[in-house]
């Protein structure tokens, strides 16, 4: 019944905040329309797009995301009236705190997505993954969470000398 | 290396001290938040004076670099709250205090703000006998904007000697602007990677008052709390953008850091990006919204798909 699906080498994580109101409804609609969109993304429902804290990026990134999607309703259309107008500042300000750090933008995609735009969340999910893909997987989080800031290895001359005096 | 003239201070430090007598004596503040010299030779320290014959022990010189705003916030116990209390302010220093209003934290009538003609500091890493050159200055005076504090009640007459000096944030910003997202992670990955969560930049800093901060909470943990690369990654991005569109760049947070991480350097970068983006700059006028709580109906979102 399906076209059979195309294998790759790399499989991206992609972790969608999405609010309960407009997006969740929009990918609950690709859904029931019987959209294919990959299945590469895990959606987590928030209330609005201004719960979405910056730091929730952040952990999907160190927890092994290769790229986050937010989306919300646009603007205007915020069930909580404002939630989504504050959400637009504080991620165009985060947004330039992690470029300034040194995180590919590539992997982090903003949408407005209505509860009628199933196939606007198709769109955009399928572009995300595929630049995603092309990428590659997400190393830098996940190199930090493995590394050790207190080794204990003995890898220079001073230490040597002071581990061979004990 | 030029030297920056500082010849006003002696006369600063006497009005100071006046001044702070007189408001003592006159009953007009329970207590007055100054500098006073420490033992080291040239070195200063604060100090929180409430008998009026005390006032002569004030100061002021090039080593007067705490911000003492921070004294003042609800997470330091070291003042009573009592009455009205007066305060040494330089221009950075007011700035805080400003944003501090700005949240509820203060009130304009319980201070009594006793302004500094400042030419400028002494950065940290010198002998605090040196003499104020262009080399030796606090990097955040080189960029300073506010060497009057506006709106004090009192406000020594001298005007401060204000030589234009290399930005030297500008300058650091630009530099990693120009690298590539790979260059740049690796410099903020080499620099985060020294930091042994002391928490310094936290305790010193007059925005960091929260009684709880979200990251030492563990249920849910949001930021690894152990000094390792990732927690300590997530800490500095976390506080920078806390502090975004709050901080005025005492940059308090830089000169207590032990391990010398350039912090201030993300909080001018943010100060920067909300230039360009919402045209505010904290600190100069007391706002009950900030600019990340308010929004315009016309903000950019050229970033949104």
Known sequence: MHPDKPKHAFEPKIIAFVCTWCTYAGADLAGTSRMQYPPNVRVLKFPCTGRIDPVFILKAFQQGADGVLVSGCHPGDCHYIAGNFHARRRFAV?????????VDLNRLQFSWVSAAEGGKWVEVVTELTEKVRAMGPMSEFKELALEEQWSGAINTAELKEAYNQI | MTPIDTSIYAAVSAAIRAEAQRILTEGQVSAVVGYTAARRKGSAQPVVITDANDAARLIFTPACVNNLAVYLTKAKKEIPKKGRIGIVVKGCDLKALTGLMGESQLKREDLYLIGVPCAGVLASTFDPARELTADSIAPKCSECDAHLPQGCDFLPPQTPATPALDRKYAAEIARLEALTPQERWAYWKEQFAKCIKCYACRQVCPFCFCEQCLCDRNKPQMVETTPRPAGNTAWHIVRAMH???????????ERVCPMDIPLNLLNRKMAKELKELYDYEAGFEVNDKGPLTSFTE????????
């Open chain 1, 94 to 102: 985060f947004r330039k705190l992690l470029e300034f750090v040194g």
């Open chain 2, 243 to 253: 502090l975004a569109g709050r901080c005025a760049g005492c940059a308090e947070c």
């Open chain 2, 298 to 305: 016309k903000d950019d979102q050229s970033f949104i798909k």
